[in-house]
């Protein structure tokens, strides 16, 4: 095993990679009662570059959408669409182990991009004219756990 005392693990840069914001049902939606329906999904990638350093991209998509009076989720109208994809370069040394190179870049990275990812989908709403949107923080290592055990199941099942 690898002592996690001579691991060396680095931003070299953070950047959003691509971002987008749509509100194709202005201005109707703001004469409407606010009584909005909200999709949100995130999902990660990573990509190797050079010797230990990887590009982690998490992409965010929040959908919010607008009821009408009558609660008719049919007739619901799109307020607003946020995507992005916020992404960083990280220099990860002083292991080889499969195993803790996925644990750091899928809990530590994500960490590190997500205050980033919030604050640019929390200006772009307001920008939008929209009420403040909080997207609310994340524990990335219970994610990664679940995954694991999610995997571990699949695992058991196809071998059952």
Do not use: C
């Amino acid at each position: 095993m690898t002592d996690e005392s001579k691991i060396n693990f680095t931003v070299h840069n953070i950047y959003a990679k691509d971002v987008s914001f749509e509100s194709p049902n202005t201005p109707q939606v703001f004469t409407m009662e606010w009584k909005p329906k909200l999709d949100f999904d995130i999902q990660m990638s990573r990509t190797p570059l050079e010797d230990n350093l990887y590009e982690v991209v998490m992409s965010i998509t929040v959908n919010v959408a607008v009821l009408p009076e009558d609660d008719n989720e049919a007739n619901k109208q799109t307020a607003f669409l946020v995507e992005i994809k916020q992404a960083g370069i990280f220099l990860l040394e002083g292991t080889t182990d499969d195993k803790q190179i996925d644990y750091i870049l899928s809990t530590t990275a994500p960490t590190i991009l997500f205050p980033y990812a919030r604050e640019a989908i929390s200006s772009l709403v307001g920008r939008g004219g929209f009420p403040q949107l909080i997207i609310p923080p994340m524990n990335f290592e219970a994610m990664y756990q679940q995954h694991l055990e999610e995997q571990k199941k699949t695992s058991t099942a196809a071998n059952a």
